[in-house]
């Protein structure tokens, strides 16, 4: 039973830095490229990041997040990692992590319908 869980997320104040964290098990992590998305309230899914690789080599920024947004994963951990630095009141959503099988490309990372498995999510909520 594959199963990722996420965790890093709270309230916390514009101007702050956060780690998401995607715990990944039942699955072999190294074969699958982890994406993250985000999704506010009335609005739709929103492709953020992505690390891809065996050895997270091809690492992958939506380019409005880009210069704030660092994706990663630690293999031996099963472990991916959303890193969002100067936190913004926009950035307040639901984050979650997926998992896409052998996807390397950018254009095979973008779109939700292309990931195996999802997490639960994490709210993450930054005030002014």
């Known amino acids: 039973q594959v199963q990722l869980v996420e965790s890093g997320g709270g309230l916390v104040q514009a101007g702050d830095s956060l780690r998401l964290s995607c715990e990944a098990s039942?699955?072999?992590?190294?074969?699958?490229?982890m994406g993250w998305f985000r999704q506010a309230p009335g609005k739709e899914r929103e492709w953020v990041a992505a690390?891809?690789?065996?050895?997270?080599?091809?690492?992958y920024v939506a380019d409005s997040l880009k210069g704030r947004v660092t994706a990663s994963r630690d293999n031996a951990k099963n472990t991916a990692y959303l890193q969002i630095d100067n936190l913004k009141r926009e950035d307040t959503a639901a984050y979650f992590c997926a998992a896409a099988y052998k996807k390397i490309r950018l254009v095979s990372l973008i779109k939700w319908r292309d990931y195996n498995y999802w997490g639960q999510g994490t709210q993450v909520t930054v005030s002014s």
């Open positions: 690390a891809a690789g065996s050895d997270g080599a091809f690492t």
């Open positions: 039942g699955l072999t992590f190294s074969s699958y490229a």
